[in-house]
Nanobody, 118 residues
Framework: EVQLVESGGGWVQPGGSLRLSCVAS????????WNWLRQAPGKEREWIAS??????????MYKASVKGRFTISRDDAKNTMYLQLSNLKTEDTGIYYC?????????WGQGTQVTVSS
């Protein structure tokens, strides 16, 4: 059974930073592309970042609104993925989920809350 556990969320003022972690178990972590999603209050979940296989250069992709502020990375030796959040804005508030596959049929964690406010 795949288990994904996110951590690192919290409250931060605008302009601040957080580092989210996602630890995976029950899966060959290195064999998959991994993603971060975000669900803002009252909105649908949205994709924000992906990272490809290390063997293919760990190619990264970002939603336009977070590009240049967020950085996704992976450590296959630790079965862990990260999302560095910088220069946070109030609109970045939401629950952040890590996972793989499709939204409806993939594997996703329970999420970690990020709140950006003054």
């Amino acid at each position: 059974e795949v288990q994904l556990v996110e951590s690192g969320g919290g409250w931060v003022q605008p302009g601040g930073s957080l580092r989210l972690s996602c630890v995976a178990s029950g899966v060959t972590f290195s064999s998959y592309n991994w993603n971060w999603l975000r669900q803002a209050p009252g909105k649908e979940r949205e994709w924000i970042a992906s990272i490809g296989l290390r063997s293919q250069g760990s190619t990264t992709m970002y939603k336009a609104s977070v590009k240049g502020r967020f950085t996704i990375s992976r450590d296959d030796a630790k079965n862990t993925m990260y999302l560095q959040l910088s220069n946070l804005k109030t609109e970045d508030t939401g629950i952040y989920y890590c996972g793989k596959g499709s939204l409806d049929h993939g594997d996703w964690g329970q999420g970690t809350q990020v709140t950006v406010s003054s």
